[in-house]
């Protein structure tokens, strides 16, 4: 009788996770969440409506304004994009950005994530990639919408002002971008606190309450002031600017570079950080 050798079966290795693989996982987990449909919905509904509000109250007021004022119609851009709104818009994209992470740390999920994709950055840069294209175009049909709806109800004064004027397309540009920026700034606190409450309050205080202790009459000051992102979409959403010796108001360059540096800033940290630290 003769004996066979058995072969045990060659081990299964599975291939390394490809980065579309990792983008496909994360916008499963965005979308698995049920607060993030709800957020999206409500920042939009809740931004529109302030848009419209700042412009029937704009059109209600209209005949008592000065004659300069109603040929000018300087308000018509800032109708478009009131701060309220978009304030309401950045808390709520920071606060997308902050859960994606937060949520991870929180749920113990992150070492099963880390078991699986050892390569950690590659997990925060996926998560980043994925929070862009959504906050991007939630951001582009949200800035498009509140100069629709403001101008429509403005159109019936002879206020509205022209989709064409330069400064208009610059506002448009900007607030569609102020959700994605807002996002990627989350994030990245997210993953230098990991703490859920405390990565919120962060990023509502550097993120909205920081820029109220700055003025633009002091040197130093302003140049803080400049620096926050918020007084940079300020600077980039508006037709004009006040002018005077005591006045310090940035360039449109140096509002733009602000408006870059900030999210670049918090994923470079944020990928520096998740690489040293353990999970």
């Known amino acids: 009788m003769s004996a066979y050798a058995v072969t045990p079966p060659a081990p299964v290795v599975e291939p390394p996770a490809r980065f579309r693989d990792l983008l496909g996982a994360e916008w499963i987990k965005m979308w698995s969440l049920r607060s993030t449909g709800w957020m999206l919905a409500l920042a939009t509904l809740f931004t529109l409506g302030s848009a419209a509000l700042a412009a029937l109250g704009d059109y209600h007021n209209f005949p008592r304004y000065p004659p300069e004022v109603q040929r000018e119609h300087m308000f018509s851009l800032g109708d478009a994009y009131p701060l309220d709104g978009y304030l309401t ?24 994530t880390t078991v699986a994709v050892p390569a950690r950055g590659s997990v925060v840069l996926a998560k980043a990639v994925v929070l862009t294209a959504v906050w991007t175009v939630a951001g582009a049909f949200i800035a498009t919408g509140t100069f629709v709806v403001s101008q429509s109800i403005l159109d019936l004064r002879g206020a509205a002002i022209s989709v064409t004027d330069p400064s208009v397309f610059r506002a448009m540009v ?25 990565t919120m309050i962060t990023s509502i205080f550097v993120l909205l309450m920081l820029p109220l202790f700055f003025a633009s009459t002091s040197r130093w000051s302003a140049t803080l002031d400049q620096a926050m992102l918020l007084t940079a979409w300020q600077r980039l959403t508006v037709a004009w600017v006040p002018t005077g010796p005591d006045v310090r108001i940035a360039t449109i360059t140096e509002s733009w570079i602000v408006y870059a540096v900030w999210p670049l800033v918090a994923i470079v940290l944020a990928l520096v950080v998740v690489r040293r630290r353990d999970v």
């Open 89 to 112: 818009l950045m808390l709520v994209a920071a606060s997308v950005g902050a859960i994606t992470m937060v949520s991870e740390y929180g749920s113990g999920l992150i070492r099963t």
């Open 174 to 198: 900007v607030s569609a971008l102020l959700a994605p920026v807002c996002a990627l700034i989350g994030l990245g606190f997210g993953v230098l606190i990991r703490h859920g409450a405390a």
